[in-house]
């Protein structure tokens, strides 16, 4: 019996919690995302969300390219298709990992900060000032984050594809004996144009995414300084369960032919 | 009987079982200072929020200047804000923006007003709470607890509101800065000639800055009238809390040693 009663109080908070995302989503859209438009705000958040995090998605995109093509290397010459490492280091690049792990890693370095700073404002009446100044907190704080992360994201992910192709074949031609022409050539030839949309339309999502649970948990936080950490913790652990849910559901649906 | 400049009547907020404002009725005449004192957790800032339209009462009716105010949404809300300036308790300064920025706020993104013109504002306002030009260019982070809470004054009455909110403006002051800043609310609030309800709990403060004086409790205002009157109100509650005494009929949920 107690059981039960644990798994139905689990479900109904679940359930509201999903309410209340719902209803400021809905408020982020309608109040956030129409006129008037902060448009210095928005400049600075594309340089906070997308600018600032350019060292961090380029690292994580090299390193990966060049793990990958260690990796494809090793299963591929099992049966003789060392030839196939390029082609592979790109597809996996642009379609999943370039967009999935820049994804995540804005998450944990811009998530936590619209949270944080958004927490922040809320627990110290800064965002109530705000609505005493004739400014309405939706328009000013979360309108110019969504479209910031919304338009930097695939901006990103197109860099950490292009550097992540580049540490494979960094890996490729320096350690595991390709020629450079010829892997450069393997890469152009098989990568799609849709290979790399698909990973770009997957990477705007993963910015509303990011930007949306930073903001919402943000203004949600109650209590002083531990609400602020506990809103952090969960705007970045959401968001990157929601990116990777995101993921799967949108190559299942929509790219996988 | 005239009708208020701001009328609170039967004014109920409830969070989830607690209720907070249990049928708070309430009139402030045009140009009248009113201070609200209560102790802590009865209310006091929930109904300033209720009146801003923060929060949205359960029910009863906010009337300002005639109109109901209790739902008011887009622009119509926002034009009713524009008519109100409020000091945090703990200023609520925005820590991105400089002083100056701070102070010319509600100008810049509530009226639109062009920069400059916002500035030579600010640097007035400034100068009205005592403050030099000089520090129009420093951050929040960078003044003591007394400026911080002047320039939260000079950013309420820069766009000269007709009402003004001050949230408990003298807590966490020594008594000399405690006491300049009553002086220059009671300055700006007669230049002005604004309406204005404060809450706080200092007497010294309630009675320098008050016309009349209502007290609240559990959510009920229990007693209002004139500030000269308050040490003759006959009203035991109020005398308990003006001499600060811990016995009497307001009994706190402490355990007795």
């Known amino acids: 019996m107690n059981i039960l009663a644990h798994i139905g109080r689990a479900s109904l908070s679940l359930l509201e919690e999903v309410g209340r995302v719902t209803l400021f989503l809905k408020d982020a859209l309608v109040q956030g995302l129409t006129p008037k438009i902060f448009l210095r705000q928005i400049l600075i958040q594309m340089m906070r969300i997308g600018y600032f995090s350019l060292p961090v998605v380029g690292l994580t995109a090299f390193f990966t390219g060049g793990a990958l093509a260690l990796q494809i290397y090793l299963g591929s010459s099992r049966f003789n298709a060392e030839s196939l490492v390029a082609s592979i280091v790109a597809l996996g690049i642009a379609r999943e990992l370039g967009p999935v792990l820049a994804g995540l890693m804005v998450a944990g370095r811009v998530g936590a900060s619209i949270a944080a700073e958004l927490g922040t404002m809320r627990v110290t009446e800064q965002i109530d000032a705000l609505v005493t100044l004739a400014t309405n907190p939706f328009k000013y704080l979360v309108g110019p984050r969504i479209i910031a992360a919304v338009v930097t994201l695939p901006l990103l992910v197109g860099i950490a594809d292009t550097i992540g192709i580049m540490g494979g074949y960094i890996v490729g031609t320096r350690s595991l004996g390709f020629n450079g022409y010829a892997y450069i050539r393997n890469t152009a030839d098989f990568l799609e144009i849709d290979d790399v949309t698909s990973g770009l339309i997957k990477a705007a999502v993963f910015g509303f995414i990011i930007a949306v649970m930073g903001c919402y948990h943000g203004f949600n936080s109650r209590g002083g300084a531990q609400g602020v950490g506990r809103a952090t913790t969960n705007a970045v652990v959401s968001s990157a369960i929601l990116i990777l849910a995101a993921n799967f559901a949108l190559t299942s649906l929509l790219f996988a032919d | ?257």
């Open chain 2, 1 to 257: 009987m005239t009708e208020g400049h701001i009328v609170l009547d039967g004014v109920h907020k409830s969070f989830g079982a607690k209720h907070v404002l249990n049928g708070v009725s309430l009139a402030v005449p045009k140009g009248h200072s009113l201070v609200v004192i209560g102790g802590s957790g009865t209310g006091k800032s929930v109904m300033l929020k209720c009146i801003l339209g923060i929060l949205r009462p359960d029910s009863g009716s906010i009337r300002v200047a005639g109109d109901e105010v209790v739902g008011l949404r887009g622009k119509a809300r926002d034009a009713y804000l524009a008519r109100f300036g409020m000091l945090f308790q703990g200023a609520a300064l925005f820590d991105s923006l400089s002083v100056w920025e701070n102070v010319a706020f509600g100008l810049i993104q509530g009226r639109h007003m062009a920069r400059p013109k916002a500035r030579d504002i600010a640097i007035e306002k400034l100068r009205q709470v005592g403050l030099g030009p000089e520090v129009g260019a420093l951050f929040p982070a960078e003044l003591s607890g007394g400026m911080q809470k002047r320039v939260g004054l000079a950013r309420a009455i820069a766009a000269d509101p007709e009402i003004i909110f001050f949230d408990e403006p003298t807590t966490g002051l020594d008594p000399i800065m405690a006491d300049v800043i009553n002086n220059l609310i009671v300055d700006c609030v007669k230049r002005l000639g604004a309406t204005t309800i404060s809450i706080t709990h200092d007497m010294a403060s309630a009675r320098k800055i008050a016309d009349d004086v209502a007290m609240i409790h559990k959510g009920q205002i229990i007693w209002q009238g004139p500030a000269n009157t308050i040490d003759s109100s006959g009203n035991a509650f109020v005398d308990q809390f003006i001499h600060g005494r811990a016995d009497g009929p307001i009994v706190m949920d402490v355990l007795k040693p």
